[in-house]
């Protein structure tokens, strides 16, 4: 297959409560495809290259008191790299998508509205990447979407969204649980058709497009427990360690200062 069939690219940058990390994806236009290919059963096929992450420190949150510095300082080295990667005639058509975890779903809503319209402005000022919504393509992401979110990559890399048959209803697939920095989810698609029915209201229900227009539907049950990320979890056992100390057991002394960690 030659190069220039795969001639659409796009960026998501991860921003977690440790850092942000800038993933390239490059695909083959699915107008290319016939729907004969047997790739046609699929969904379009992702390629990315090892040398197309890059990761900065510490995560986007911890602008919360400098949020005019969010882009310049945080941002916009990862679109620099981006930049050296994709060809500079697509830079113009490339969507860049940037989600924001745990670590800013901490921060109050004032706090994440001056950050998430800092990073907007300096990619419209500062770049040619595709931004047409920031509402839609800037975003704090939910606990429930970053596990869906986890459930998609784990089962997409297995080749499980391949060569889907709409009239199988026994499609396997794996579960996902993830603990990231500041919060944790779990996803998995349950194997029971009636537990299904009898919580509806607790299943999202997942759409995806295979290249012949078929439609995969997949029932997949979330949870997510914000606060119990490694680092908040290590962060509370700290905080225990110093409100375990004697001078915090005197139930006259009232200086807390010391249960700060």
Known sequence: ?????FDRYGIVVDAGSSGSRIHIYR???????????????????IYQSKDWIYKVTPGLSNF??????????HIKP????????????KIKDTPIFIQATAGMRLLKPEKQRKILENVCEGIKKSTEFLLTDCDSQIQVIDG??????????????????NNYDPNDSNHFTYGFMDMGGASAQ???????????KRHKEDIAKINLKSINGNIQ????????????????????????LVNSLPENINQYDDDFSTRRV
């Open 1 to 5: 297959m030659l190069i220039e069939d």
């Open 64 to 73: 919360e008191d400098h949020p005019k510095k969010s882009f310049t300082k």
């Open 144 to 161: 429930q979407t970053e596990g869906i979110y986890g459930w998609l990559s784990l089962n997409y890399l297995g080749g499980y969204f």
């Open 186 to 196: 779990i996803a998995f698609e349950p194997s029971d058709k009636e537990e299904i």
């Open 217 to 240: 539907e997949w029932n997949v049950f979330v949870s997510t427990w914000l606060g119990f990320g490694a680092n908040q979890a290590r962060q509370r056992y700290f905080a225990q």
């Open 27 to 45: 695909w083959q236009d699915p107008n290319t495809i016939s729907v004969t290919d047997v790739k046609a059963h699929s969904v379009p096929q």
């Open 78 to 89: 990862l679109l620099d790299f981006a930049a050296t990667i994709i060809p500079s005639d």
